[in-house]
């Protein structure tokens, strides 16, 4: 399964399609081998884990998202998300969660979406909102959000 925008393919990462990542010496942290680790233990955490971003004009990695697990008791899960730098303010970030959020939400094993961010990446406070995500609360450092299915344009 591929999730597909206008401008997006979003790929479930899995240790066949990691490949792409590798041919293009992408990396934007350690998450993606730790999540592969885990989906060999467990092959249900397939889509509930690291999905690549790829730009359809030029078939280029420009970042990753995914959820932090599987859905817990309440229908909730944690989506996080990284772009590379070159990326960023192009709207690519709001496309590709957006896709990934809807896809969730219409599982029907999703009721609630929650994210965090820190207290100075505008960036991302940015594309939260435009999602329709509600603060709900903050620390010293972080901002936590949520989106409830019921509110959520599809």
């Known amino acids: ?21 590798i041919n293009q010496n992408y990396y934007n942290g350690p998450h993606i081998s730790s999540y592969l680790k885990d989906l060999t233990k467990d ?5 509930w884990g690291c999905w690549i971003v790829v730009r359809k004009s030029d078939e280029r990695v420009i970042g990753d998202i ?3 697990g599987k ?5 909730t899960v944690e989506v996080g998300y990284g772009f590379l730098e070159e990326f ?4 690519y970030a709001t496309e590709a969660v957006e896709a990934l959020i ?6 029907s094993k999703v009721e609630k979406v929650k994210a965090e961010t820190l207290k100075d990446n505008y960036g991302s406070m940015s594309v ?3 999602l329709g995500m ?3 609360n903050e620390t010293e450092t972080m901002i936590n959000w949520e989106l409830d299915k019921e509110f959520y344009q599809f």
């Open 134 to 136: 509600q603060r709900i």
């Open 43 to 47: 092959p249900s955490l397939l889509y």
């Open 102 to 107: 809807g896809w969730a939400f219409n599982t």
């Open 66 to 68: 995914g959820f932090k």
């Open 71 to 75: 859905p817990d008791e309440k229908q």
């Open 1 to 21: 399964m591929i999730l597909e925008t206008n401008r997006l393919q979003i790929i479930p990462c899995t240790i066949e399609t990691v490949q792409i990542t």
């Open 88 to 91: 960023w303010n192009k709207g």
């Open 128 to 130: 939260l909102a435009k």
